[in-house]
């Protein structure tokens, strides 16, 4: 292959970045107009975070690589016939792991075994995948290990594990029940149908399967300690070694584009405009503060918002309810859902995510508003 097509080749497939290009774009403009230190840039960049993904991407691919995924998705589809019951089975493991494992985790677990199950069967991956994105913001928003705006908030609020877990309850009840509601009104009604000439067709290669359910687990327990960076580097340096195919495999333009993301949302957030204009506001009245969690998780997801709002609102519990209901509507609301269309990579898949989840946002929020003031 000569370099023109190869740099031919690379043209085409960053035209299909868009959300790359564009915050890449977004981010150069902000450096323009608003110059900052190296040290901000780095702050922004969420060097953990990144080492986090990279880690569990190459763990995931690792396993994806040794056929377990496979293999476990023809187990899973054979024995379970109904569409609607194979589905929920999934949204609710999500939803489950997500409370112990963080909602990416969960996602890089779930989304490729739904894609394998899809691949043997008639199950519909693109309305799964959005449902998982939502099913891990549910799941995730019940525990203070869910996801990393309530590990902030139940650090700052030094809140007992049970205490912040109970006080969510009422908001990841109403999600979880309106998905799981989704689930079954939105899936075919109808048995799954198996495709027997691939069921049986994916050996597991066990030293890989089992060497990457291993790195999976130490990246996990990496990224719980602060471990992330150095946990990454190991991994990758034991793939290079070992399995280089598995490296060379994953989606680093992904990485890119979420390099861009925190680059781009890192400094807006602290632009003197924005600001100003949230000190105008006040914050303290929880419709207001609910309101405001959820509208500036919708610009710039809900990390960065919780972030931006931490030291001005009044009731953790309040700012964590409203980021966590802000991680629906706009796919940028939270990252779990860039996540989740990124593994399932179905075509048309943002829009679809957006037809359901703006509607989803604008059903779940004031009935989580309700459960949670009345039972909160």
């Not at 763990?59 to 476990?72: K, P």
């Not at 379970?80 to 493991?93: D, E, N, P, Y």
């Not at 990579?345 to 009345?374: E, K």
Request: glycine fraction near 6%.
């Amino acid at each position: 292959m000569t370099l023109v097509a190869v740099a031919s080749g690379w043209r085409a497939r960053l035209k299909s970045e868009w959300l790359l290009l564009l915050f890449a774009a977004l981010a150069l403009a902000l450096a323009l107009f608003d110059p900052r230190p190296l040290a901000d840039y780095r702050r922004w960049l969420q060097l953990p975070t990144l080492a986090g993904l990279l880690g569990l991407m190459l763990a995931i691919q690792g396993i994806r690589d040794s056929g377990l995924v496979q293999h476990a998705a023809g187990a899973l589809a054979a024995r379970v016939h109904s569409l609607r019951a194979l589905g929920l089975l999934l949204v609710t493991s999500a939803a489950l792991l997500a409370t112990v494992l963080t909602n990416d985790v969960s996602l890089f677990l779930v989304v490729p075994l739904t894609l394998a199950i899809g691949a043997i069967s008639n199950l519909p991956v693109a309305r799964m995948a959005v449902l998982e994105a939502l099913a891990v913001n549910a799941g995730s928003t019940l525990s203070p290990i869910g996801n990393p705006q309530n590990l902030l908030l139940w650090q700052h609020a030094q809140s007992p594990f049970p205490r912040f877990a109970l006080a969510m309850l009422p908001a990841a009840a109403v999600m979880f029940a309106l998905v799981a509601a989704l689930t079954l009104a939105w899936l075919p009604k109808g048995r799954a149908m198996l495709r027997p000439s691939q069921v049986d067709g994916h050996p597991v290669a066990a030293p890989l399967a089992a060497g990457s359910l291993l790195a999976l687990l130490l990246m996990v327990l990496a990224m719980e300690y602060g471990l992330a960076l150095p946990g990454a580097l190991v991994l990758a340096a034991a793939y290079a070694l070992i399995a280089r195919h598995v490296p060379a495999r994953i989606d680093w333009l992904l990485l890119a584009t979420f390099v861009a993301i925190f680059l781009c949302l890192g400094h807006f957030a602290e632009l003197p405009l924005v600001r100003h204009g949230l000190d105008r506001l006040a914050l303290d009245r929880p419709l207001t503060l609910f309101a405001c969690g959820i509208a500036i998780s919708q610009v710039i997801s809900n990390v960065p918002a919780t972030v931006l709002l931490l030291d001005r609102a009044h009731d953790a519990t309040a700012l964590a309810v409203a980021v966590n209901v802000g991680g629906a509507g706009l796919a940028i609301g939270s990252l779990a859902n860039l996540i989740a269309l990124r593994l399932a990579n179905q075509p048309h898949g943002l829009r679809l995510f957006h037809r359901v989840s703006i509607p989803f946002l604008l059903v779940s929020a004031p009935l989580v508003y309700l459960a949670w003031r009345w039972l909160g």
